[in-house]
């Protein structure tokens, strides 16, 4: 069982938004502005795409977007495109063990 | 451009050893911390090990791998041992944000896959 809970999965058809949660604890989430959000495609190397819980990487498009609020952060991918479906999993830094916690992943379909 | 290319995996049997490696190019290796992250078959990615100033393992695998680095051959290490199938995954070295990895990571490698198997 990981640490921060997503949902297994998430859909949304071209051109849609779509939003993915991220509940974590006080003692993660709620305590810091430290959310991450990955990329993944399969067999592929994880993508970096918010960090801080809302800032975007250079070269990330403003097609997504990062938020929190309390225990909960939230991954938006607005106007959807086939090459948004992916495995996302959203991190916190924590003081726990090794500084931080991953969530179970979100797959991402494109309809 | 900046690149992180991982090596070593392979097929070992359970209890056995290896070594990982990863070659950084395009950015100043010796002033980043840096990460071993790992995805095991149908399961989601998890932090094992992370370098700067100090030295951190997840609980899986503490006291049977080893992470270290060599500055002058930007390159970063995972010596595992006392494999088990647990063990077995796609392992990616990554680039820290700042000071920890709970503060993200921006540059990851491809992955080397590590088979765990009598």
């Known amino acids: 069982q990981s640490a921060l809970t997503q949902p297994p999965s998430a859909s949304g058809s071209p051109g849609q938004s779509v939003t993915i949660s991220c509940t974590g604890t006080?003692?993660?989430?709620?305590?810091?502005?430290?959310v991450s959000w990955y990329q993944h495609h399969p067999g592929k190397a994880p993508k970096l795409m918010i960090y801080?819980?809302?800032k975007r990487p250079s070269g990330v498009p403003d097609r997504f977007s990062g938020s929190k609020s309390g225990n909960t952060a939230s991954l938006t991918v607005s106007g959807l495109q086939a090459e948004d479906e992916a495995d996302y999993y959203c991190t916190s830094f924590t003081l726990m063990s090794i500084h931080v916690v991953f969530g179970g992943g979100t797959k991402l379909t494109v309809l | 451009q900046v690149q992180l290319v991982e090596s070593g995996g392979g097929l070992v049997k359970p209890g056995g050893s290896l070594r990982l490696s990863c070659a950084a190019s395009g950015f100043t290796f010796r002033d980043y911390y840096m990460a071993w992250v790992r995805q095991a078959p149908g399961k989601g990615l998890e932090c094992i090990s992370y370098i700067g100033n100090v030295i951190y393992y997840a609980d899986s695998v503490k006291g049977r791998f080893t992470i270290s680095r060599d500055n002058a051959k930007n390159s970063l290490y995972l010596e595992m041992t006392s494999l088990r199938a647990e063990d077995m995954a796609v392992y990616y070295c990554?680039?820290?944000?700042?000071?920890?990895?709970?503060?993200?990571?921006?540059?990851w490698g491809q992955g080397t896959t590590i088979t765990v198997s009598s």
């Open positions: 801080e819980v809302d």
């Open positions: 006080s003692s993660d989430i709620g305590a810091y502005n430290y």
């Open positions: 990554a680039r820290v944000v700042g000071a920890t990895v709970g503060y993200g990571m921006d540059v």
